[in-house]
């Protein structure tokens, strides 16, 4: 009997609604006066107007994605359908004037139709790297234009945002200044580190041919990194998304030239070159190992100040010496699993010949750094000239000893290799192979 009555309710309710909808007018008013397109028409024609109506364009710092440098561009959009791209990508190799439209599919778009930087960008590793030339239009005014790039998906959306330019926003001198500055010359410690309050939270690295900084820190035990593009000024830097480093947020730095420093005064942070690494630095893999051996130069692995006076010395050495040439140097029995004694070896040619200066050493390993002293000498070591006498107190005189840095192993070599830092002179950081066994 329930279940009839919940029918006839239902039924009941059903007719109503019927007759509710018989009634109505069938005649529905619309929802806008304009039709799609004439709404369209005019957001088109709005947008084109902010776009040509700054005198010097619009300026924005662009990157395709999370692992890609960042780069200045200055648009200059007239109402032809031309647009004039300066950028500091490439010292501006890529700049160029090309056509762009305005479109619609499911957004408002800006289309750049025709090669310029953002093309070349795009085409970045069999056109895999995430570039973009096609941006939706978020929001659009006088002040600000956000722009979103229409390809991407996942976490890693581009957006692109650009304020008016002003007149000498096309000259990037002061930017590429302030990127060599915050890449540093090599004259300065290996080891950068961020103070917070004066308490070392993280390490700082920033590589200029990639634009891009990594930042390390200790989360829970465990080193993390984070690579990510900044936003170069002509007074300093800022990251295009602020990184977190357990709770700190780091957003922008200014130079400080008194102290060559990058600081954040507000948030009493300051990047600067340290005598001490900011964390421990990965622990030698050489059990098993008994030599040491080095053999050539690796600018990638060895720092600028060590390369520049390795250069310095095999030039001096040949003006002093008639013409003889060192061609390398290296390392023999100074691991923990050697059995023979260390010492240094540094071989020049005299015609075809090869001749060696060596440098005979002692050996200790003391809280993970390595502690050298010298005992004896052959070969003429002791008159072969100043540069030469630099050299070795590079590479084996540190009352501090040296730092141990494990850097895994060349793409040719098997053994592993290691970097090892001069504790007086932090400056100097020399990549070494293992050889033999």
């Not at 103070?195 to 080193?223: G, P, Q």
């Not at 050299?391 to 090892?420: C, E, H, Q, R, W």
Request: with cysteine; glycine share 6%.
């Amino acid at each position: 009997m329930k279940n009839i009555f919940n029918l006839i309710t239902k039924l009941n309710l059903l007719l109503l609604l019927l007759f509710a909808l018989g009634c109505t007018d069938n005649d529905v008013e619309p929802l806008f006066e304009q039709s799609i397109k004439e709404r369209t028409d005019e957001f088109i024609a709005n947008y084109q107007e902010i776009l040509t109506k700054p005198e010097n364009g619009w300026v924005g710092v662009y990157s395709p994605n999370n692992s890609f440098g960042a780069y200045t561009m200055v648009m200059d959009f007239d109402e032809n359908g031309n647009v004039k791209i300066n950028s500091d990508y490439e010292t501006g190799g890529q700049d160029n004037t090309i056509t762009y439209r305005l479109d619609k599919t499911l957004k408002i778009e800006l289309v750049l139709e025709t090669y310029a930087v953002f093309h070349e960008i795009f085409s970045l590793n069999d056109n895999s790297n995430q570039g973009e030339f096609v941006f939706n239009i978020l929001s659009a005014t006088s002040e600000e234009i956000v722009l979103e790039s229409k390809l991407d998906y996942g976490d890693d959306i581009t957006i692109f945002t650009l304020r008016p330019a002003a007149a000498d926003s096309i000259n990037f001198d002061q930017v590429y200044e302030s990127a060599e500055q915050i890449e540093g010359d090599g004259t300065e410690s290996v080891f950068r580190n961020i103070l917070l309050n004066d308490e070392v939270i993280a390490t700082f690295d920033y590589n200029n041919s990639s634009r891009l900084a990594t930042i390390s820190y200790i989360k829970e035990d465990v080193t993390i990194s984070v690579s990510a593009p900044i936003a170069i000024t002509a007074t300093g830097f800022s990251f295009l998304k602020p990184i977190d480093v357990n709770g700190t947020s780091l957003i922008s730095f200014e130079y400080n030239e008194t102290d060559n420093v990058y600081e954040n005064i507000d948030q009493g942070l300051v990047i600067l070159y340290d005598n001490i690494p900011g964390l421990p630095l990965a622990t030698p893999a050489f059990a098993g190992y008994a030599n040491l051996r080095y053999n050539y130069v690796d600018t990638e692995r060895s720092s600028t100040a060590f390369n520049d006076l390795y250069a310095r010395t095999q030039e001096d050495f040949t003006n002093a010496n008639g013409g003889r040439t060192i061609y390398r140097f290296y390392l023999y029995n100074i691991l923990p699993d050697a059995t023979g004694d260390p010492y240094l070896s540094i071989q020049y040619l005299s015609g075809s010949s090869s001749y060696s200066m060596n440098y005979y050493l002692e050996r200790q390993i003391v809280d993970g750094k390595m502690y050298f002293e010298v005992t004896g000498q052959s070969g003429n070591a002791d008159s072969r000239g100043a540069t030469v006498v630099e050299l070795v107190d590079a590479i084996v005189t540190s009352a501090s000893g040296f730092y141990m840095k494990y850097d895994g192993t060349f793409s040719t070599y098997t053994n592993p290799t290691v970097t090892m830092i001069n504790g007086d002179n932090t400056k100097y950081a020399i990549n070494y192979y293992q050889w033999g066994s």
